[in-house]
């Protein structure tokens, strides 16, 4: 091996998003330190955690303004806490999206679990610049979403930021890098610039490492998890689905696998499902670091079970707009739930449902008869037209209405809660809930106009 050339690089992927299993990453991290062990000098790995969606990070906001300590990944310490002194004392360096509202909060509560582990003090750097929420940024979403922000009660606005800040800490010497909204697959190629030394614009290199990030970033979804279809694609040990882990090389080309000794199953088809996933246009697949092109790409399996190689991925120029998520307060959600059975179930659903209508005229009902008719019908109650069918003897009639005001939304609980002795017969098993109801706009924003940065954070400001 040419020794100016860096061996190929690790990444292990140990969480899909907030709220996945909290014990993915263990298996990961021993494949990773027995790969480390026999593998060639100098090569490296990381372990990412992908915890954010849209919502995610508005829920992190509110969190973070009932306790200016919270608003990170509410399993942080059941997801990191088992693996952090491993990690720590095999080189195993970990980037995540973790921060998602308050990274800072994040960085200091890996710290404090770092000492309680007896694991030293580890180089926290935390990357910022996407958090888009405060006053100061109001005029540059007013002037890109004009009249559509006129009167919102903003929640959160994030920018989807790059890998740029993530290599630079990584340069820096940061065992660990918290970041808030980055793309996810920059987790990856953040590691794999400062790894491999590639420039910004090395869109090729960049496109296919942002590819690679895209298979890992979804967790267990590449080894089988979402392909999971019993008779049609037919999956083992899905009860133990293990987490996925690639190895990419210096012109950025992948090799996805997954943690050894786990179920589930990497295959040409399980990465072609997941190389397409939420893919626009597969010449163009834009992200804050490059717009990947897999319009020629090619997925062979390999040797050996579970590994498959993804190559043929080229890059070309970013966009040079970032894209935004302003998340805002929409109202109130009402749901009510009430359980019909025996002959005639499906029918004294409907016939609640028709109740319910007439009683809470000014709201517009969402009707599911689950057992029946949910998946299939749709907001305006086209479907419910069609006939009941007498043979279904167990349905459990769903309804739900979004309102501005509180009060109106909670009629339909009191509504539905009714049904008990109003009618029809034989109704059980009420259920009745109310959210505050979050919605989203989206915007493009110069780059220019946000800055973005890391900071390696000084051990006293750990303590």
């Not at 997941?274 to 062979?300: F, G, K, R, W």
């Not at 959210?435 to 390696?456: D, H, Q």
């Amino acid at each position: 091996m040419n020794p100016n050339v860096p061996p190929t690089l690790l990444i292990g992927c140990a969480a899909g998003f907030s709220g996945d299993r909290t014990d993915a990453a263990g298996p990961v991290v021993d494949t990773l330190i027995a790969r480390l062990a026999s593998g060639p000098a100098g090569q490296r790995a990381f372990l990412i955690f992908e915890t954010l969606a849209e919502r995610t990070l508005a829920l992190a906001q509110l969190r973070r303004r009932d306790n200016p300590e919270a608003g990170y990944e509410p399993l942080l310490d059941p997801m990191l806490r088992p693996v952090l002194a491993r990690c720590l004392a095999h080189g195993i360096r970990i980037v995540s999206n973790f921060g998602a509202a308050n990274p800072r909060a994040a960085a200091r509560h890996i710290a404090r679990m770092a000492r309680e582990l007896g694991a030293g003090a580890p180089r926290i750097a935390v990357v910022e610049g996407d958090d888009l929420s405060g006053p100061e940024h109001r005029a540059l979403l007013d002037e890109a979403l004009g009249a559509r922000m006129q009167g919102l009660r903003v929640v959160s606005a994030n920018a989807y930021i790059g890998a740029e800040p993530i290599a630079a800490a990584l340069d820096a010497g940061a065992q660990i890098v918290v970041c808030g909204r980055v793309a996810d697959p920059s987790l990856t190629v953040g590691p794999a610039m400062s790894h491999f030394g590639w420039r910004c614009d090395d869109w090729d290199r960049l496109g296919r490492a942002t590819m690679a990030g895209h298979l890992l970033e979804c967790g267990a979804q590449v080894c089988g998890g979402y392909f999971a279809d019993p008779g049609y694609k037919d999956v083992p040990g899905l009860e133990a689905v293990g987490f996925p882990i690639a190895e990419i090389d210096a012109d950025g080309r992948c090799t996805i696998g997954k943690a050894d000794g786990t179920g589930g199953l990497v295959s040409e088809a399980t990465v072609k499902e997941q190389l397409l996933y939420e893919v626009h246009d597969p010449a163009a697949y834009l992200t804050p670091d490059v717009v990947a092109d897999i319009s020629e790409a090619e997925v062979n399996a390999l040797d050996g079970a579970d590994r498959v190689a993804l190559s043929g991925v080229r890059g070309h120029a970013r966009p040079d707009r970032y894209k935004v998520n302003v998340c805002h307060e929409g109202g109130w959600l009402a749901e009510g739930e009430i359980s019909y059975a025996g002959p005639g179930a499906e029918a004294r659903a409907r016939l609640a449902a028709e109740v319910l209508r007439k009683r809470l005229e000014g709201l517009s009902l969402r009707v599911d008869l689950i057992g029946a008719l949910s998946i299939f019908g749709d907001d305006a109650g086209r479907a419910l037209a069609d006939t009941p069918d007498a043979g279904l003897r167990d349905v459990r009639l769903r309804v739900a209405a979004s309102h501005t005001e509180r009060a109106q939304a909670e009629r339909l609980a009191r509504e539905v809660m009714a049904l008990y002795t109003c009618g029809p017969a034989g109704g059980g098993g009420v259920r009745t809930a109310l959210t505050p109801r979050l919605n989203t706009l989206s915007c493009l924003l110069p780059r220019e106009a946000i800055p973005v940065r890391f900071e390696l954070i000084p051990q006293e400001q750990l303590a």
